[in-house]
Nanobody, 125 residues
């Protein structure tokens, strides 16, 4: 129904930047929000950034606020996560996800129905 493919992960030194990309395809009209989640080894999955496609409202976790930026391209088929001033604690598998139509706030983790395969981000000290 909806396919998401992430790319852009890699190994970088602390202080450097990466940009993750998520290409979406399929019945994307059924989605109304995009989010980036991450899961570090031995840790719970967390929402780090999200954007509402209907209102353009964004959300950032406190741990990444001011360093990460979520955006989408003009064709609205790709969502990006610009990651600046990376820290070792940012090391995780990052997942792109899409949620269906919902009136939940952009900060909510509910309603995410489609997920990408994940891309590894490793930040060395």
């Amino acid at each position: 129904q909806v396919r998401l493919v992430e790319s852009g992960g890699g190994l970088v030194q602390a202080g450097n930047s990466l940009r993750l990309s998520c290409v979406t395809s399929g019945r994307t009209s059924t989605t109304d929000g995009m989010g980036w989640f991450r899961q570090a080894a031995g840790k719970e999955r967390e929402l780090v950034a999200a954007i509402s496609l209907s209102t353009a409202t964004t959300f950032y976790a406190d741990s990444v606020k001011g360093r990460f930026t979520i955006s989408r391209d003009n064709a609205q088929n790709t969502v990006y996560l610009q990651m600046n001033i990376l820290k070792p604690e940012d090391t995780a598998v990052y997942y792109c996800a899409a949620r269906g139509l919902t009136f939940a706030p952009v900060s909510s983790t509910v309603g995410y129905l489609y997920w990408g395969q994940g891309t590894q981000v490793t930040v060395s000290s």
